[in-house]
């Protein structure tokens, strides 16, 4: 229960230092920021070790494992999940709209001229292309060496998992 705890505190507070810097400013580049944050945040965590309390230093290499392990996940999780709500969603713009309106709610004529303007795809090309994924080359979109990593990352999951070709 111990380990645990410590794996928990160590992401929570990679989670508290996400949230301050974004409170002072967005970075551009999020995603890169987000496996700074938390990986910087495991690494201290575990340079700072020999100084906890003694109830709650490692008992051994396994325990450090452990944590180191449980933070990875936890980031990589997050991350996935942060990339998914860090542009609003349809759903995410029709929910805010009609809780900002308070007990008058919202029409459906109101909420469909709303998202008339939201287009999913365009915000994520902006997404990928600010993250340095794709680039356009003379209106034409095109992978970056970052962009070819992710997408032989994701191909080599879906052979791993043998799924089919498609979105």
Known sequence: MRVLAIALACSAAGFLVHWLVWRERIPVRQTAWLLAIFSGTLAVALAAAPWWPPAWRFANPWEVLH??????????????????????????TILTRVADSGGRGQSREELQSLLLDVSPVEIRLAAMLRDGIIRDEAGRLVLTAKGRAWAGTFAAWRRLLRFELGG
Do not use: G, K, N, T
């Open 67 to 92: 944590v180191a392990i449980f933070h990875v996940a936890a980031m990589l999780a997050y991350i996935v999940a942060y990339s998914a709500i860090e542009e609003r969603s349809p759903s995410m």
